[in-house]
């Protein structure tokens, strides 16, 4: 077995009782419970555990635990580096992934969206995936999302965040007239990534956190209007940017691969 389904609460008494007090990505499921009913509420959370088998308690007060939720623990504990992903479809948040490698290992927490972009953390689940099970997963994922891209060019241009964070306050010429000199070539991706943007109907976000040296780095595909955009989030010159470039439906595994190395 190398999928489970539990609840936020379960997995995160699990981390607890394995000496993990935080779970990096997560709300606190235990943070609105008094202090004096946590522990009530971990013997009902162990009860329904070992009823469906996932741990075995002893009369000695051992606990022994299914292999795969063993190993999704050890490698949370572990993890090298973590990843927040976020499928957003017509402006609501639809699905979350939340990411944990740990060397070769990767424990993926899959989060649905009950529709209004609040995430459902009484069922989650999780799948225990090597790198090549990942890739042809995200692979999979990336393909129901992004169909019948148009044709793009190779060139890229910067949007600096701040005029990114107001660009649906703007209209395209307003938007348009920001980058002065612009070549024709240039004009013609700023005028799609104003589009794009603006109509999207799907956004994949990645952030990619370095879990030792607790550095960051964030990736966005934006779909809309036939056109697929890559933006890096960056800095340069002391200035934060997105570098955004036009990509179609073949370059995807390249960016995947990008995000996932």
């Known amino acids: 077995m190398n999928s489970i389904n539990i609840s936020l609460e379960e997995l995160?008494?699990?981390?607890?009782?394995?000496?993990?007090?935080?779970?990096?990505?997560?709300?606190?499921?235990?943070?609105?419970?008094?202090r004096t009913d946590v522990s009530k509420r971990f013997d009902i959370i162990a009860d329904n555990l070992e009823s469906r088998n996932l741990i075995t308690r002893s009369f000695k007060?051992?606990?022994?635990?299914?292999?795969?939720?063993?190993?999704?623990?050890?490698?949370?504990?572990?993890?090298?580096?973590?990843?927040?992903?976020?499928?957003?479809?017509?402006?609501?948040?639809?699905?979350?992934?939340?990411?944990?490698?740990?060397?070769?290992?990767?424990?993926?927490?899959?989060?649905?969206?009950?529709?209004?972009?609040e995430l459902d953390y009484s069922q989650i689940y999780i799948h225990l995936y090597d790198k090549a099970t990942l890739l042809d997963r995200a692979d999979k994922v990336s393909n129901k999302l992004f169909k019948d891209c148009l044709e793009k060019d190779d060139i890229s241009i910067d949007?600096?965040?701040e005029l990114y964070q107001s660009i649906n306050k703007l209209s395209e010429e307003k938007f348009i007239v920001k980058y002065k000199n612009a070549s024709e070539n240039d004009t013609k991706l700023i005028k799609t990534?104003?589009?794009?943007?603006?109509?999207?109907?799907?956004?994949?976000?990645?952030?990619?956190?370095d879990?030792?040296?607790?550095?960051?780095?964030?990736y966005m595909y934006v779909y809309g209007l036939k056109n697929l955009l890559a933006m890096e989030f960056k800095m340069e010159k002391e200035e934060y940017k997105w570098i955004t470039k036009q990509i179609d439906n073949s370059e995807f595994d390249e960016e995947i691969n990008k995000v996932f190395k």
């Open 193 to 209: 990534a104003y589009k794009t943007i603006t109509y999207a109907e799907k956004v994949l976000s990645f952030a990619v956190t």
């Open 159 to 161: 949007i600096p965040s």
């Open 211 to 218: 879990m030792k040296e607790r550095k960051s780095k964030v």
């Open 61 to 117: 007060g051992e606990t022994t635990y299914d292999d795969t939720i063993k190993k999704v623990i050890d490698d949370i504990i572990a993890v090298d580096k973590y990843y927040d992903i976020t499928i957003i479809e017509s402006n609501v948040v639809n699905k979350k992934y939340r990411i944990y490698n740990s060397k070769d290992d990767y424990v993926v927490i899959e989060i649905f969206s009950k529709g209004n972009s």
């Open 12 to 34: 995160e008494f699990l981390l607890i009782k394995n000496k993990c007090e935080y779970l990096f990505g997560f709300p606190d499921a235990f943070i609105k419970i008094e």
